[in-house]
């Protein structure tokens, strides 16, 4: 790993020389830390003029923290930042926008309810006598805009327009109030390929204007199409600084999931193989899919079964789960049990279909904090049967005490409130509840993030036993490890599509980063 | 052609001058400056809070103490004026600066306790009710030659109408009102924490301030309601206005301003205090019907104009999506 760092720092030193000896911004040893976690630890960045700096990392690599910390919205506990060879320390918003830093984020952000011109001019408008100058501000607006090849209605609301206008009046309000550095938080997430291009377009413009771009994305092809050099954070550290056109994809997804390609391979080989049931599938997808949400797919799962997901954030894993489970309704393919079609088209049906589902954002969407451990676990049967058939509190005791007991989860009390649980103890928990229903097909979401090495061992080891006794798991993970220790078999998506099934000796995290690597796909939608 | 966003407005605007239209028809005398002179002069007090809370529902708070300051308000200046002597400039004075206070500090407990609007204007409104039963319990009159000179002013339209000092006083007020939510950047601030207080802040609204400044605008001009009240009845009392701030409320939601706030006009609201007081008038001429159809007929347009502007939103939703699948 630092040996990538140094050789990496040494070839881009070579061709840059005089630039890195006057970065536009650069930041040293940045930490944080909220209520005791640390988020961000020791990272070092830099940006140059006329540069389009990419930021990657999986979920909880540190990147949006890093953002916030350098746009002002948080203040960072170690290190210091330096833009135009300055130290700054920008204490909010408003101040880092005076200093230069500029940022658009990827949904809230401009004012839906005002106008283009009201947007771009809110706070800095053009007043005479005291009196916003509206017809100033418009003529203004319109200049403003034609540099950015746009030609439109200023007078409009800006709900009237397309993401895509958003995002460029939005650029365009940020380089005009900031102009030094531009932060961009996935900004191509809602736009199609045409709309990327126009946007690339404009930020390309503006590199040659010598303004320092940062990009937080999850779409590599878009990463190679614009950025020069690439920051790749994970779990709060710095793992590298790259120069784009020197590191190839399979190496960059190498740095943002944390494995080097000869330690996978030696481990791969000492590996025993798991043993596939074959045999004719009980549930299958056929066809299934949905608009902007996830390409359609075949995926057929049988009984003792441990299909594995994997792919970067953002290439549609949780989508997957949502039309598993019917929380997005798929809008083509069919579903079936037993050759018999069903249609999932709500949670509800697919629990009455014998499906379950642990969610990604187990604090959010999973537990309920408030309710004790055993009323936690006795939800989703509770909604199988209908509420018309209320579970006895007795019931509920003994329904909890039996899985505190089988799944160890601690303390072993079934009335304290789940939220005074740790995170590992409330995964298992929430295991817990589908397993209450017996499902046949138990799909897990990211079961083991944000829990501690002894949990995830257990919960890994759970769901082995489960697959031993004949029920059907669906588990999606960024953690190769994990995913290629229980998975009989791998689906692979890139770009919200299912790129690769790789099955029995194939399941190993080289080739997983292969097939989301490959290069012979269409452009990000 | 007509915005979208402006679309309430001139609906609020054709129902009035429809209404006005059938109300001549059937009664020729409605239309004379005197009923326009009266309509004005009795909602002046209204009018004047109903500004206040425009601005307060624009950036999608509530000021649920209107009522009650303006009685309060009322109270102490009949009680400064005709129980302690005072002159009634330095009585206005002083009460104007109590309410702009007092509105300021609502806005600084929603802003920086982090309580919602409608619990701490609630709370506000408790308190200054029971600060005018504290002042005086019994209806206090009030008489001083300044303020009678001030009753007796006014503009005599053709026609025998007249237009009173009050309710010129109110028409000033909403032209000022206009001006500030419409060209200057306090408005420009207010729209913006109203159409969404995140992207407001992350754009540099100075959103603290802002919201200090709605509600102390809110509490200066239902102070100066106060005052045009004790003007028109020539007595202060603590059991009066009772549920005004609902009848504000009224008004700028059928004037066309969103309740979630964000959009609207202070225009808007003028409208809909003529809208509540042709109802009024109508009632009086009619002479058979219960003044409670007043409320009767204010409810049902508030239906109309709450699913008004649902429809509203989900036609230009619908037409925003149109027009994306078409760019596809």
Same mark, same amino acid.
């Given at each position: 790993m630092t040996d990538i760092q140094t050789s990496s720092e040494n070839s881009f030193s070579a061709t840059n020389r005089e630039r890195l000896d006057d970065?536009?911004?650069? &930041?040293?040893?940045?930490?944080?830390?909220?209520?005791?976690?640390?988020?961000?630890?020791?990272?070092?960045?830099?940006?140059?003029?006329?540069?389009?700096?990419?930021?990657?990392?999986?979920?909880? &690599?540190?990147?949006?923290?890093?953002?916030?910390?350098?746009?002002?919205?948080?203040?960072?506990?170690?290190?210091?930042?330096?833009?135009?060879?300055?130290?700054?320390? !920008?204490?909010?918003?408003?101040?880092?926008?005076?200093?230069?830093?500029?940022?658009?984020?990827?949904?809230?952000?401009?004012?839906?309810?005002?106008?283009? @011109?009201?947007?771009?001019?809110?706070?800095?408008?053009?007043?005479?006598?005291?009196?916003?100058?509206?017809?100033?501000?418009?003529?203004?607006?319109?200049?403003?805009?034609?540099?950015?090849?746009?030609?439109?209605?200023?007078?409009?609301?800006?709900?009237?327009?397309?993401?895509?206008?958003?995002?460029?009046?939005?650029?365009?309000?940020?380089?005009?109030?900031?102009?030094?550095? %531009?932060?961009?938080?996935?900004?191509?997430?809602?736009?199609?390929?045409?709309?990327?291009?126009?946007?690339?377009?404009?930020?390309?413009?503006?590199?040659?204007?010598?303004?320092?771009?940062?990009?937080?994305?999850?779409?590599?092809?878009?990463?190679?199409?614009?950025?020069?050099?690439?920051?790749?954070?994970?779990?709060?550290?710095?793992?590298?600084?790259?120069?784009? @056109?020197?590191?190839?994809?399979?190496?960059? *997804?190498?740095?943002?999931?944390?494995?080097?390609?000869?330690?996978?391979?030696?481990?791969?080989?000492?590996?025993?193989? &798991?043993?596939?049931?074959?045999?004719? &599938?009980?549930?299958?997808?056929?066809?299934?899919?949905?608009?902007?949400?996830? @390409?359609?797919?075949?995926?057929? *799962?049988?009984?003792?079964?441990?299909?594995?997901?994997?792919?970067?954030?953002?290439?549609?894993?949780?989508?997957?789960?949502?039309?598993?489970?019917? *929380?997005?309704?798929?809008?083509?393919?069919?579903?079936?049990?037993?050759?018999?079609?069903? @249609?999932?088209?709500?949670?509800?049906?697919? *629990?009455?279909?014998?499906?379950?589902?642990? !969610?990604?954002?187990r604090k959010t969407d999973g537990i309920i904090g408030d309710l004790s451990v055993a009323d936690n676990i006795a939800l989703a049967l509770q909604a199988r049967q209908g509420w018309a058939k209320p579970?006895?509190?007795?019931?509920?005791?003994?329904?909890?005490?039996?899985?505190?007991?089988? %799944?160890?989860?601690?303390?072993?009390?079934?009335?304290?409130?789940?939220?005074?649980?740790?995170?590992?103890?409330?995964?298992?928990?929430?295991?817990?509840?589908?397993?209450?229903?017996?499902?046949? %097909?138990?799909?897990?979401?990211? !079961?083991?993030?944000?829990?501690?090495?002894?949990a995830h061992a257990e919960i890994l080891k759970m769901i082995e036993r489960l697959c031993a006794e004949g029920m059907s798991l669906v588990v999606i993970s960024s953690e190769l490890e994990e995913l290629t220790a229980i998975a009989h078999r791998v689906i692979v998506l890139s770009d919200r599509r299912h790129v690769a099934e790789l099955t029995g000796s194939d399941v190993n995290a080289d080739n997983i980063m292969q097939a989301i690597a490959a290069p012979n796909r269409t452009e990000a939608a | 052609m007509i915005h979208t966003r402006n679309l309430p407005f001139v609906t609020t605007l054709a129902i009035f001058v429809i209404a006005y239209g059938l109300c001549i028809l059937q009664f020729p005398n409605m239309l004379s400056t005197r009923v326009i002179g009266n309509l004005l002069t009795d909602n002046a007090f209204l009018g004047i809070a109903a500004v206040g809370m425009t601005f307060v529902i624009l950036s999608g708070g509530i000021d649920l103490s209107i009522g009650s300051v303006i009685a309060f308000t009322s109270v102490f200046v009949a009680v400064a004026v005709g129980s302690l002597g005072l002159h009634p400039l330095t009585a206005f004075l002083a009460v104007l600066v109590i309410s702009t206070l007092f509105g300021s500090l609502m806005g600084a407990m929603i802003r920086y306790l982090g309580i919602p609007p409608f619990v701490v204007t609630l709370a506000g409104m408790f308190l200054a009710r029971g600060a005018a039963y504290l002042i005086s319990t019994a209806s206090v009159p009030i008489s001083h030659e300044m303020i009678d000179a001030i009753q007796g002013f006014y503009f005599r339209f053709p026609g025998g109408g007249r237009l009173t000092a009050l309710a010129i006083l109110m028409l000033l007020v909403f032209i000022i009102g206009g001006f500030i939510a419409g060209r200057t950047r306090f408005g420009a601030n207010v729209y913006a924490i109203g159409g969404n207080i995140q992207s407001a802040e992350l754009m540099g609204v100075p959103v603290g301030s802002t919201t200090i400044g709605i509600y102390a605008l809110s509490g200066f001009l239902s102070g100066l309601a106060g005052i045009a009240y004790t003007l028109y009845t020539s007595s202060g009392y603590s059991l009066a206005t009772v549920g005004v701030e609902l009848d504000a409320i009224a008004a700028v939601v059928i004037g066309g301003t969103l309740l979630t706030g964000g959009v609207g006009l202070v225009a808007g609201t003028f409208v809909g205090i003529l809208i509540q007081g042709l109802i009024q008038t109508y009632i009086v001429f009619d002479g058979t019907l219960s003044s409670w159809w007043t409320k009767i007929v204010i409810g049902i347009l508030l239906f109309v104009f709450i699913v008004l502007q649902r429809g509203i939103i989900w036609y230009s939703n619908r037409r925003l999506a149109e027009s994306r699948l078409k760019e596809i």
């Open positions: 970065p536009l911004m650069e &930041a040293r040893g940045i930490g944080k830390s909220f209520l005791g976690v640390t988020a961000l630890e020791g990272v070092d960045f830099t940006l140059q003029r006329g540069e389009i700096h990419a930021l990657l990392g999986e979920n909880g &690599a540190g990147k949006s923290t890093l953002i916030k910390i350098l746009t002002g919205v948080y203040t960072r506990d170690r290190g210091e930042m330096r833009l135009d060879g300055q130290d700054v320390t !920008p204490a909010n918003v408003a101040e880092a926008q005076a200093l230069g830093i500029g940022t658009v984020y990827q949904e809230v952000n401009l004012l839906e309810n005002l106008t283009v @011109a009201e947007n771009l001019f809110l706070g800095r408008q053009p007043s005479r006598f005291g009196f916003i100058d509206r017809r100033e501000m418009r003529r203004r607006a319109k200049a403003l805009l034609a540099r950015y090849g746009l030609d439109i209605d200023v007078d409009a609301l800006l709900s009237s327009y397309s993401v895509a206008i958003r995002q460029i009046v939005a650029i365009a309000r940020a380089v005009d109030l900031s102009g030094k550095v %531009l932060v961009l938080d996935e900004p191509t997430a809602s736009l199609d390929s045409q709309e990327v291009e126009m946007l690339f377009v404009v930020l390309r413009r503006l590199r040659e204007q010598g303004l320092g771009i940062i990009i937080i994305t999850h779409f590599l092809n878009q990463v190679y199409a614009v950025a020069d050099r690439v920051t790749v954070l994970r779990n709060g550290r710095l793992v590298g600084i790259r120069a784009l @056109a020197e590191l190839p994809r399979l190496e960059l *997804i190498s740095m943002m999931l944390g494995r080097e390609l000869q330690d996978i391979t030696r481990e791969h080989q000492a590996q025993e193989e &798991a043993v596939a049931p074959t045999g004719e &599938a009980p549930i299958r997808f056929a066809g299934y899919g949905k608009r902007g949400s996830v @390409a359609p797919f075949d995926l057929d *799962i049988r009984p003792g079964e441990v299909v594995g997901v994997a792919g970067l954030l953002g290439s549609g894993r949780s989508e997957t789960a949502f039309l598993l489970f019917g *929380i997005d309704r798929a809008d083509s393919g069919t579903a079936s049990i037993d050759g018999k079609e069903i @249609a999932l088209s709500s949670p509800v049906a697919a *629990i009455s279909n014998g499906f379950g589902f642990c !969610p990604e954002e579970i006895s509190s007795r019931e509920r005791q003994a329904l909890a005490e039996g899985f505190i007991k089988s %799944l160890d989860i601690r303390p072993a009390d079934a009335q304290r409130p789940i939220k005074f649980l740790s995170g590992g103890n409330q995964q298992k928990a929430i295991l817990a509840r589908w397993l209450a229903t017996e499902p046949r %097909l138990l799909i897990l979401d990211e !079961p083991t993030r944000g829990i501690d090495i002894g | -």
